[in-house]
T-cell receptor, first 117, second 110 residues
Framework: GAVVSQHPSWVICKSGTSVKIECRSLDFQATTMFWYRQFPKQSLMLMATSNEGSKATYEQGVEKDKFLINHASLTLSTLTVTSAHPEDSSFYIC?????????????FGPGTRLLVL | DAKTTQPTSMDCAEGRAANLPCNHSTISGNEYVYWYRQIHSQGPQYIIHGLKNNETNEMASLIITEDRKSSTLILPHATLRDTAVYYCIVRPNSGYALNFGKGTSLLVTP
């Protein structure tokens, strides 16, 4: 299947700082990427839909000013957690939509583990 | 998206076939059945998807009932590395995010 990468794979930061997470589709172009987060022992929860060249669409309860999403190219979307707090500690996962075949498939990155101290 | 129901957990002996069921009785005509799995501390991995015909790839087979109200993912020869949470997701094949339920935690034992 297609490959999606994320960077960094893990990050530890101090409360109040901002953290940027990158999501790249390595062998296909993705006009749409999705950002999820996963708390321990829970399932993935969709945070936002990132569309290349336009504003992201956020799920209810997700603050757009806190979780800044930029999808400036067909292979890169970034999620910036601004003024991070300990409750933002989570596993952040992106997926990218591959429409190059007859049917659409979404591929996931390996995830970024964020720990806010 | 249609709701899916999966058993919370299952066990399977290494080398045996693992059959993971999924109920999706409210599936619509334009909705596909997708299967992903998540190995501990990793991102979900795509396994297979289908609309109404049975599908097979190098990882698994997907059997969809004729009325499309349920499906079964088959891992023909389970290995220890297949231990993971398996998610059955139903959604239209165009542009939508995947809504993850709780999935089935599959434990493959030696």
């Amino acid at each position: 299947g297609a490959v999606v990468s994320q960077h960094p794979s893990w990050v530890i930061c101090k409360s109040g700082t901002s953290v940027k997470i990158e999501c790249r589709s390595l062998d296909f172009q993705a006009t749409t990427m999705f950002w999820y987060r996963q708390f321990p022992k829970q399932s993935l929860m969709l945070m936002a839909t990132s569309n290349e060249g336009s504003k992201a669409t956020y799920e209810q309860g997700v603050e757009k000013d806190k979780f800044l999403i930029n999808h400036a190219s067909l292979t890169l979307s970034t999620l910036t957690v601004t003024s991070a707090h300990p409750e933002d500690s989570s596993f952040y996962i992106c997926s990218a939509r591959d429409v190059s075949g007859n049917e659409e498939t979404q591929y996931f990155g390996p995830g970024t583990r964020l720990l806010v101290l | 998206d249609a709701k899916t129901t999966q058993p919370t957990s299952m066990d399977c002996a290494e080398g045996r076939a693992a059959n993971l069921p999924c109920n999706h009785s409210t599936i619509s005509g334009n909705e596909y059945v997708y299967w992903y799995r998540q190995i501990h501390s990793q991102g979900p991995q795509y396994i297979i998807h289908g609309l109404k015909n049975n599908e097979t790839n190098e990882m698994a087979s997907l059997i969809i009932t004729e009325d499309r109200k349920s499906s079964t993912l088959i891992l023909p020869h389970a290995t220890l590395r297949d231990t993971a949470v398996y998610y059955c997701i139903v959604r239209p094949n165009s542009g939508y995010a995947l809504n993850f339920g709780k999935g089935t935690s599959l434990l493959v034992t030696p």
